[in-house]
């Protein structure tokens, strides 16, 4: 697995690269295609359905619990955050057609986390330095994180008030729930998938009910 740490705006964001996921995917994106009622991405309050509820039957699910929560964790190392002892997990998925994109959001929770199960292709890095690129130009299903600070793109001293992400199969990302974000329409004829996890951190005075972090 690659893990790449990135401080943009300044923001950490983690990309995980899991190997050998061909499998997995094709297990996420058949159960997709075999249940759409699961995909949750039209409901403004995802927390309405929890793919997590299927995580002790569908073992698709259950990887993918584990690989989020990796995720996290290398986050969490890599900011220097301890003394939590558990975390609030939600699953959802967005399964997008020809023409579909995702307008600007953020979450409300501390930590999202997505995975890529079906996307374009593509040769590029997922993350690219600042290449003059039109901020406007749509690629295919690119992810596109905003500076979160206040009319950022009006100082001379930023390079860029936004990153362009290029998704590919078996990618993860982990950055700050306030980091407003968007995705552009998708080209393909099929349906490309992705996975978000929002994380909640919980703190030993929490009553919260909580997962693990062990």
């Given at each position: 697995?690659?893990?790449?740490?990135?401080?943009f705006?300044?923001?950490?964001?983690?990309?995980?690269?899991?190997?050998?996921?061909?499998?997995?995917?094709?297990?996420?994106?058949?159960?997709?295609?075999?249940?759409?009622?699961?995909?949750?991405?039209?409901?403004?309050?995802?927390?309405?359905?929890?793919?997590?509820?299927?995580?002790?039957?569908?073992?698709?699910?259950?990887?993918?619990r584990?690989?989020?929560?990796?995720?996290?964790?290398?986050?969490?190392?890599?900011?220097?955050?301890?003394?939590?002892?558990?975390?609030?997990?939600?699953?959802?998925?967005?399964?997008?057609?020809?023409?579909?994109?995702?307008?600007?959001?953020?979450?409300?929770?501390?930590?999202?986390?997505?995975?890529?199960?079906?996307?374009?292709?593509s040769?590029?890095?997922?993350?690219?330095?600042?290449?003059?690129e039109?901020?406007?130009?749509a690629?295919?299903?690119?992810?596109?994180?905003?500076?979160?600070?206040?009319?950022?793109?009006?100082?001379?001293?930023?390079?860029?008030?936004?990153?362009?992400?290029?998704?590919?199969?078996?990618?993860m990302?982990?950055?700050?729930?306030?980091?407003?974000?968007?995705?552009?329409?998708?080209?393909?004829?099929?349906?490309?998938?992705?996975?978000?996890?929002?994380?909640?951190?919980?703190?030993?005075?929490?009553?919260?009910?909580?997962?693990?972090?062990?």
């Open positions: 697995m690659e893990v790449t740490n990135y401080t705006f300044p923001t950490r964001v983690v990309t995980l690269q899991f190997p050998d996921t061909e499998p997995l995917n094709a297990e996420l994106c058949d159960l997709l295609e075999r249940r759409p009622e699961l995909d949750d991405r039209s409901n403004i309050h995802p927390d309405a359905l929890n793919l997590l509820r299927l995580a002790e039957t569908v073992p698709a699910i259950h990887q993918l584990s690989m989020f929560i990796s995720g996290v964790k290398h986050w969490l190392n890599a900011a220097g955050i301890t003394g939590q002892d558990a975390i609030d997990l939600l699953l959802f998925s967005n399964r997008s057609g020809r023409g579909e994109s995702t307008i600007v959001h953020n979450h409300r929770t501390n930590l999202i986390g997505i995975y890529y199960a079906r996307t374009a292709v040769n590029r890095q997922p993350i690219l330095p600042a290449d003059g039109d901020y406007f130009e690629g295919d299903g690119v992810l596109v994180l905003h500076d979160p600070r206040f009319n950022a793109n009006l100082t001379s001293v930023c390079d860029r008030d936004h990153v362009r992400v290029y998704p590919r199969p078996g990618l990302l982990i950055f700050p729930a306030y980091v407003w974000h968007s995705v552009t329409p998708h080209r393909g004829e099929f349906h490309r998938l992705s996975f978000a996890m929002n994380f909640t951190l919980r703190w030993p005075a929490d009553s919260a009910e909580r997962h693990s972090l062990a």
